[in-house]
């Protein structure tokens, strides 16, 4: 049973391009979460999503920023016309449902570096 | 302003002592969780505590919930080298229950 699959595990993006990160969460698993963490910060949630729905993207900044998780496939975070201080570890999360009081598995991250 | 205050931020310790780290709030929660990450990993998740009070053990981890639900303790009997690793605790709001609000962590070494 495979754990929740992220790539790439590392991403190098000059300013200005594009840069998604997948996430395949864990088999059986319907929802999916996005964490950013910087070293100063912490983690720190970034969006909710169960299949073709986004429930809670309160994390998210405003713009440059999306996430998907399509009906087929694995879900997307999307970061348009990167910037320096968007560099960060990426991580994703599953769980079966929807309370993260049960236990949620982690990826092992996507390191952005913007250039 | 870190809603969950995690202390000491770093700990170095020999092999074979114990320690306490601490997670610390002003606010209520409904629940918390203790996850252990090690450098280039995901957060793996050690235990959840829901209820004040609560006590739970896993092997040489005492894992603590406060009465009021404010805070927690992790408590490691006869550290081992391979216990390093950075200790974060999580927590989830009664009022959303949806996402987890994550304290900075301690950075804990155990030496040979």
């Known amino acids: 049973n495979a754990g929740v699959m992220q790539n790439p595990r590392h991403l190098v993006r000059r300013r200005g391009q594009e840069a998604r990160l997948r996430c395949s969460p864990m088999k059986g698993h319907s929802h999916v979460y996005w964490y950013r963490q910087l070293p100063e910060e912490g983690l720190k949630f970034m969006v909710y999503?169960?299949?073709?729905?986004?429930?809670?993207e309160s994390g998210m900044p405003k713009e440059r920023f999306s996430a998907e998780f399509p009906k087929e496939g694995p879900s997307i975070l999307r970061i348009q016309q990167v910037v320096r201080g968007d560099s960060a570890a990426y991580f994703c999360?599953?769980?079966?449902?929807?309370?993260?009081?049960?236990?949620?598995?982690f990826g092992q991250g996507t390191r952005l570096t913007v250039v | 302003t870190q809603l969950l205050e995690q202390s000491p931020q770093f700990l170095s310790i020999q092999e074979g002592e114990n320690l306490t780290v601490y997670c610390n709030s002003s606010?209520?929660?409904?629940?918390l969780q203790w996850y252990r990450q090690e450098p280039g990993e995901g957060p793996v998740l050690l235990v959840t505590v829901v209820t004040g009070g609560e006590v739970k053990k896993l092997k040489r981890l005492t894992f603590q919930f406060g009465d009021a639900r404010k805070d927690s303790s992790l408590h490691i009997t006869a550290a081992q080298p391979g216990d390093t690793g950075l200790y974060l605790c999580a927590a989830t709001n009664a009022g959303n229950n949806r996402k987890l609000i994550w304290g900075l962590g301690t950075s804990l070494a155990v030496n040979p």
């Open positions: 606010s209520v929660f409904s629940s």
């Open positions: 999503l169960q299949k073709e729905n986004i429930i809670d």
């Open positions: 999360a599953s769980s079966p449902g929807q309370v993260m009081d049960t236990e949620a598995f």
